[in-house]
């Protein structure tokens, strides 16, 4: 008997604390409210803390004069009458005879009893707290009868405290809802971040610094034995953090999972437990696949019971991850036992994922599985929407460095979007290299490219010019992108994902350029309605902002703010804050704010335009830039911080320079020199129009004379710079030639900006016809709907040479009235005559000017001025 007393007694108190155990207040001030439950329950994996926690409690109860009672159960007490006779040794000493007895006399009912009787005499005297730690070696063939019937004894100040690496099979549903029990799941103990430096600082001889401390708190997940045990190897191996954390599979790790985890699982588990560590992620028909099993579900369901470093994921049901140093260390024992599968097991995860619609990860599967064909082909098929959709830029260049070559070379469309991507990137010659090298394979009928195009359907040569096109829109060369544009005139590009749609969002950014206002926003609705479709957000925030911009161009500053707040939306929901896709929208928004004169609010979203000067910064459409820098220059100018202006004008001016971004250079150029002139510093102003004198070639061969945001900036400064030269006349013709420019394309406000700013170019008739209507604002006019006089009147700039064979002189009233940027319909009711004549009138001046919109139409008749 003895002999048995004495293995009693070596589980009948609790652990000495072992060196670096730590307060974790958080936890241990529960103490405090144990004893107002009938049970405390903490069930968490092996190495969770548990015994620790207990111990701890324990030590405060006892301090606080509560009676208490520590059982560590072990194998023997699977059988009942082992574990009851066990509980009655250990409250023997608390009871008055303390006398023993031959429990191997009594049968387990008998046994029972006489427990309940021993906690009952022993509570009636006071609180009573009986610790149990791990109950999971005791729950076998009674299921859980024992602490059952103490509980349902409901014996008064009486508590027990369980400690289990399983969910403890007793039924606690009543004890839940009367609030009698107290439950700590493994979350509860994993250490913050906090307490894992607290830790360190205390086990370890080798101290951390507080990231090498959050480091390690994120490898280990807070995980306590995974703490202990990294501890214990810093300590051996002084700096391994500057290097790695220790991997699962090394050998301090993999001997604890060996010893605490596997021992004793079935077979079938432990080769479930290595196969299924290929997945990040699991799931009962995930695994499935992968095993080619069907017991997923079920085994999914075991592992979660015994809490063996499985975790379930939130927000996703049914859906667990393994602990990733468990991870790791199964993963170690399946390249060693059964390497030769492993590629395998991941063809499988990425069929599975494939056809269960996430083809992202079949990629990633598709990797680790050392198959880069299929992963090529898999990105080609499957993973352009979701690139181009949501712009995950980052990723797609990892996948393009995994692949090998002749992997990346043989696919059109792989090339095409590393050609998209460096043009957002500003990456053009390399963009042009990529182009060539598909030009090239293409010419080849018997190339593997050539057969992938004919197979998919690929328009190649389409793509090329659309390509080519976007090139010269992002670089600045907006007569390049025409150019490209006209050879795509008539012509559909392949139905396959963003082929024709991107053509029409490019289209119509470049038509915006040319001054047609109306196929520019007639191509770029269409475009949206096709991206909303898609769900595509990038797609959908660019066709928005360029309908946005021909709203802003003609003053319609209401539709533009709509238009634009419901883009920033989508972007706000979609990407990062500081991505392009947010700033592109914030900087236009910024410049109808400063027209409203809501400056905070402008000066706010101006600000989170402004490009982040990171490397993977992607500047986009130059617009982002030029509203934002030139919309904040003027608002400091506005508020009196000039010196702010100045610096944001230059710091701009020297990134453009540095990029070589021929097109945002002069823009900044054009508005330095203006805001000289503007401010009363015509000597500086002259100094930067002679410096812009020297870009003039190469913006002529850049941009048409169309392009308006270029040639209206620069037409301004030329005619201040006149002025100040003494030739007002030659200023007033200039800028009258692009003030009925602006009128015949409907650019109201561009036209409003010359009558607002040079009210001396206005002839006496156009003058009183103006009358004193203000425009509003500091930067563009205000949206106030202009009137128009009822009586017909003839051209303020007569027509001179408008074509051989001559117009008529209705031809002449009509052409006028289409300069002043009139519909058909106002045309038709200003001069008292049926919309249809108007239509006929409008294709005879067509016909005999050779053009074949009335924006040509006035530009013909302008040039020959």
Sequence with gaps: MSQRTGLNNRHMAPPRPSQGVIERPRLTELAHLLVRHRLVLVHAPAGSGKTTLLAQWHEILTAANVSTVWYSTHDTDRDPLSFTDG???????????????????????????HLIDLVARRSAQGALALFIDDYHLAEGRDGGETIHRLLTARLPHFTIVLASRNRPQIAISRLRVSGDVLELPVEDLFFDETETEAFFRAASSVPMSPQESRDMHRYTEGWAAGLRLASLLIGTM????AVSPPAGSHRAFADYFLEEVMLGLPEAVHGFLTRTSILDALHGDLCNAVTERGDGNEILSFLEEAQLFLVALPGAPRWYKYHHLFQEFLQARLYTEDGGTVAELHSRAARWFLENGSPLDAVRHAFLGRQPAWAAELIERYCLYDYLSHGRFELFSRWMQQLPQDAREERPLLLLLQVWRSINLRRFAQAEQTLRTIELAASNETSRMSMIARETGLDISGRLHLMRALIGAYDGDIAAGLAHIAQLEGRELDQLAFGQVDLDSIHSYLALHAGDLELAERLTWRANGVYDAMSCHWGAIHSRCIAAMVSLARGLMRDAEEVLQDALAIAERHFGAQSYMVALPSGLLGLIAFDQGQLARAEQLLTRAMPVDTA????????RVVAATIGLARLYDATDRADQATAVLMRASRRAYESENFRLELQLALERADRAFRRGYPAEGMREWERLRLHLPEAQRRFPKACWMIWDAFHVVEARAACEAGQKEAATARLRYMGAAARAQGRSVMAARMEQEFPWMLDDQMA????????LGV??????????????????????NPAPGGLTQREEEVLDLMRLGLSNGEIAQRLDVNINTVKTHSKSIFSKLGVKSRTQAVLRVLDSL
């Design 616 to 623: 993977s910064d992607v500047s986009g459409l130059c617009e």
């Design 238 to 241: 002084p700096g391994a953090m």
């Design 779 to 800: 930067f563009l006019p205000s949206c106030a709907p202009q009137t128009s006089p009822s009586a017909p009147r003839r051209s303020a700039i007569p027509l001179r």
């Design 87 to 113: 509980l009655i040794r250990a409250l023997e000493p608390l009871t008055q005879d303390g006398g023993a007895t031959a429990l191997s006399l009594i049968d387990p009912p008998d046994a029972l009893a």
């Design 768 to 775: 009183a016809e103006k009358g004193a209507a203000p425009v």
